[in-house]
Each structure stands twice: as structure tokens, then as C-alpha cells.
């Protein structure tokens, strides 16, 4: 019994030692959290099999032979190693050329086809929480290098475009005649966001192909991309971000109270951070109109908060539907596995989390869009008992900037489960009072608005509408 003991405290010392760093090397504040997991969630080695010099990743088995066919015995790693599966068999690359850019489909925000024979294009500022939310690089004293825009842009395979564009009309004349459909298991949509790679100090560890900003040809430098898929049971997509791992600083926890906010500082500069700047919430807030000096706040998309433990001032995760600690640790330690058997320029970038629907107990497809109708608006719900699992403050530093925290925090200490954002919180089965799977999708609500002949900022306009409607009567409900 007493050797027994010595090797579990070994193995816990261990955990926490192993997470002492994090992906920018700096001090990792959630090692004060104790932690529950019981395994690691680690990258198999055939991932990183080379030929011929080029890595070739296999694709994620998705279907009925997966293991997501089964609800009752899924984990919460094996959502983890979907997300950095599909992401590496996405930039498996042929003649130096990822194969997201050469095998799928690029659209705008309207679902349109667009061609990027001379380049990837690039025309979208806007984040998706506000036309106003835009995110841009440092005006530094100098000039140099000077402020530029973050642009983003979208590809989705043909298995995904195909149904867009069969069900986009059906949408259009009679919307009560999409209300079962969903996606099909392997639709595939990605969103990426990218930057003038001249502007960056450094260039060298980012992934930089041929882009065309707004018909001017210029190199581009990727910064972060949500692969976003259905898999077997899962038709509300699993939702994926990864980014590259030296963006923005982090906020420091260990210097926030239960009471007050710790405000952000950096001794070294980032592309979204000038290091002779301070910033507090109001840097990431919505609607703000202050478009840099940025940080990060939820390490991996899981929420924590300060609390007082007696006369102590703790670190705690956050109760919510998902279990906190398994989910910061299985994402911690894929990354790990990741980081020390993968080779070249995608080694810079790291797996920021993932958030899914549990839909155990709803078996077949009408029965999970009838769940995802049910909930609507309410989708993206996290208190303890609601249905979200993953990361249920999913978000990336460069395309979900300004609602970290919410819509409108008036500070980070005061966030509760309540007023949380994530994927969900914009993308559901509700669109003006129309319920389908379908509409889940940004892109297909684009498409069915242009088929109406309504303009892309109308489209816009309608889609931040109902996301903030959605969320304050989320609150007001409260």
C-alpha cells in the first residue's frame, strides 16, 4: 500500500512538471489546478510517417466503423485526436503545397465559388461577432513594420458544397422542408485567417504561400484555422481551432484576484502586442473599436476563475457541462505527443481545442437534428448538466478576438458560466425564427441570404442581429 502511494505521488509530481511550460514557453498558471486525469491522450505514430521526405497523415475514420458510431464508449480524447488528425492530414503537403489549399473548395461569406488560381483570396476583416471587430497588427513609433489587417478566408469540400447548394434553394422557397436535414458525416468546412507575411519581425516559422489581398498579389502568412467537421452522431460539427503559438501574450492568472483584474504587460513584443502597452478587458471586448494589443485569456478554451479557500487566493476550473481538468490535460498532453514527433513549419502551430454536443441517448440522425432544433439558440448553454462538451470557451486569438468573455464583459473576474461564449453561441439551428441543422453554418446562412438578393452587409447585419438576441435572452432568462 505504501509503495503504491509513493508511485502515485511520483506520477502526479511528474503531471505537474510536465506543464510547467506552455507553447510560448512562458510560466504555465493552471499547474495550481489539481489534476483528475487519469491517462494521457497521445498522437499515434503512423500520423507522422514520412515518404519520400513528405509527411503522409492518413485521414480520421469518421463513419459507422469509427469510434464515434458508439456513444456509450467514446472519449473525450478520441474528439481531441480527431481535431489534430484532420488538421495534419489537411497540411499533408504535395510539391510543398498543403492539401486544404489544393483539394478544397474556396468560398466567400455568401457561399460563392471563388478562384485561387493566382493565390489565395482574400477580401474578409470582419470577425463574426461585429462588422466593427477587426483585428490588426501594432502601430509602433516607428512605423516599422507598419500596422496591417488580419483577412480571412473559407474552404469547404464538395461533399459539403454540394449539399449547400442542393438544399440552399429549398431553404430559400420553403425553409419548414429543411428542418430534419443536416450535413452529411465528412463535410468539411474550414475557416482560416492570415496576415501580409512582410509585417512580421520573423517570418520563418509560419506557413507562407501566395495570397491576393483585396486583387493585390503579396505573400501570406497563415495564423490560424477551425477545421470544422461532422462525424458519425455528431451533426452540430465538431468545432477545432489551432493557431500559430506565438501570437498575443497570455492573461496572468496568478496575478488576478476573485475581485480584481491583473492587467496584461509583456517584456517581449508579439504580432498583436506592443510590449510598451497595457491591456485590461476592454482590449478584447466586442465593439470596442480597439483592434491591437491583444491577449488570450482561457488556456485551451477552458474557463477558470479565482476563488478564496480560506485565506488563500486559488486557481479553479470553472463548473461547467465538461469536466475541466480531463480536458485541459488530454488537450495538454496531445499537444506534447504532437510537438515532439512532428517535423517542419506546421510544428509552430498548436491545438488551442475543440467543442462537440453530447448526443448520447438520441440515436440516429432525426433524432440528434431534432435535438439540435430543440435547443436552437440555447445550444451553446455550459452550466453543469447541459450538453456541450470540449472546450466550452473554444475560441482563437485571431477570429474570436473580442468575445473571449462574452459579448460585454465589464471585467474577467466577474465572468460566470452564464455569460460564456463559444462556437455555439453563434453557430445553432436557429436562423429567424427557421429551425434546421443546416443553418449551423455561416456559409450556408450567406448562400440562402443571397439567393434573396439580400447584400453581404444586409447578410451581416442579420446574422450579428440574432446573435446578440439570442445571447441576451440567454442572460435575461438567467
Partial sequence: MKTTKKVLLLITLISLCACKKDSKGEKDTYTSIKSTASSECLAPANWFTMVNNTRQTPPPNEGPTSVFANNATVTNCDFHQWSWQKFLWLTNEVNGVPSFITTLIQVNADGQRLDPSNGIVLTDTAQASSASDILKTPNYP???????????????????????????????????????????????????????ASVLKDPSSYFITQGVINGVKTKVALLGMHVV????????????????????????????????????????????????????????????????????????????????????????????????????????????????????????????????????????????????????????????????????????????????????????????????????????????????????SHVFNGYVGSLKGLTRKQIKQESVKEIMDDYNLRLKLR
Avoid at 142 to 167: A, C, E, H, Q, R
Avoid at 253 to 270: G, L
Fill in 142 to 196: 516607428s512605423g516599422v513594420p507598419k500596422s496591417t489587417t488580419v483577412y480571412y478566408s473559407i474552404f469547404m469540400d464538395k461533399l459539403m458544397y454540394s449539399t449547400m447548394l442542393k438544399y440552399g434553394p429549398i431553404a430559400k422557397n420553403d425553409p419548414s422542408k429543411v428542418k430534419d436535414i443536416t450535413f452529411p458525416v465528412g463535410s468539411l468546412e474550414l475557416k482560416t485567417s492570415w496576415i501580409d
Fill in 229 to 440: 467537421g461532422v462525424v458519425e452522431n455528431h451533426p452540430e460539427f465538431v468545432w477545432a481551432t489551432f493557431e500559430h503559438e506565438n501570437l498575443a501574450p497570455a492573461y496572468d492568472w496568478s496575478k488576478a484576484t476573485p475581485t480584481t483584474d491583473a492587467p496584461v504587460t509583456s517584456s517581449v513584443d508579439y504580432p498583436f502586442f506592443n510590449k510598451s502597452s497595457t491591456a485590461t478587458v476592454t482590449n478584447i471586448t466586442s465593439k470596442n473599436g480597439i483592434y491591437t494589443d491583444v491577449f488570450s485569456v482561457y488556456k485551451y478554451g477552458v474557463p477558470v476563475e479565482k476563488a478564496m479557500k480560506g485565506s488563500h487566493n486559488v486557481q479553479l476550473y470553472m463548473k461547467t457541462s465538461q469536466n475541466g481538468s480531463q480536458n485541459f490535460n488530454n488537450i495538454r498532453t496531445i499537444n506534447e505527443s504532437v510537438k515532439k514527433q512532428l517535423k517542419g513549419i506546421w510544428n509552430n502551430y498548436f491545438y488551442n481545442g475543440s467543442i462537440w454536443i453530447n448526443t448520447e441517448g438520441y440515436n440516429g440522425t432525426p433524432a440528434q437534428a431534432a435535438l439540435l432544433d430543440s435547443l436552437s439558440g440555447t445550444l451553446s448553454e455550459s452550466t453543469p448538466g447541459k450538453l456541450t462538451r470540449g472546450s466550452i470557451a473554444a475560441y482563437n486569438i485571431t477570429m474570436e478576438t473580442y468575445v473571449q468573455v462574452g459579448f460585454a464583459p465589464k471585467s474577467i473576474h466577474q465572468v460566470t458560466v452564464d455569460s460564456l461564449v463559444n462556437c455555439f453561441s453563434c453557430h445553432n439551428a436557429s436562423h429567424r425564427s427557421k429551425l434546421s441543422p443546416l443553418y449551423i
